[in-house]
Structures are given as C-alpha cells and as structure tokens.
C-alpha cells in the first residue's frame, strides 16, 4: 500500500502562490492510477479540489479551475498542486488520496492559510 504525504502549506497573502507536494512514504505512486487533492475547511466537508491520473488526464473543481494546476511526476513518486491567486476562502487543510475509490484512511494534511 502506498503511503502518502502532504507538504508545503504555509500562510501566504491574498493574490499568493504555493505549491503543495504530495510524496510516496512508502510504496510507488505510479501504482496509483488517479490521484487527488482535497480540501477541508474548518466547519465543512472535505471536497474535492483537482485530480490527474497516469495518463496526465485532469479535473478540476470549480473553485481551483483556472487558478490550480495539478500535476504528478511518477519518476519522483510525487504529485503537486501549483496554486495561484490564493483567495482567502482557500484557506483550508489539504489532503493527497486515491481518487476514485473509497479512502481507507486520510494522512495529517498540510494546512494553508490565505491571509493579509
């Protein structure tokens, strides 16, 4: 089973950029056909926020199309979110997982926070 991890979160102002990393602990991501990024805000659910699989194929939710840019590099066993024009409703916990099937479990995250 592959073990993911989440980095690069931070505070970053209004009209920012980050780019948050997701990296194979354990296992090979290329193991995983579609790979996504959520996010958790506090007092909502946990949505769905862009995801890519093997081919380079993508989805993006409404709120990160235009503005996010997911990618996986299968060579480095990573993925990451490139996030520009952060808005304060971004702010959130962000969380790497399988897409497309039921998660067992979710990793710690990596906490964002779009703030003058």
């Known amino acids: 089973q592959v073990q993911l991890v989440e980095s690069g979160g931070g505070l970053v102002q209004p009209g920012g950029s980050l780019i948050l990393s997701c990296a194979a602990a354990s296992g090979n991501i290329r193991s995983i056909n579609a790979l996504g990024w959520w996010s958790q805000a506090p007092g909502h659910w946990r949505e769905l926020v862009a995801a890519?699989?093997?081919?380079?194929?993508?989805l993006y939710s409404d709120i990160a199309r235009g503005r996010f840019t997911i990618s996986r590099d299968n060579a480095k066993n990573t993925m990451t979110l490139q996030m520009n024009s952060l808005k304060p409703e971004d702010t959130a916990v962000y969380y790497c997982?399988?897409?497309?099937?039921?998660?067992?479990?979710w990793g710690q995250g990596t906490q964002v926070t779009v703030s003058s």
């Open positions: 890519v699989d093997n081919g380079g194929s993508t």
């Open positions: 997982n399988e897409y497309g099937k039921p998660a067992d479990s």
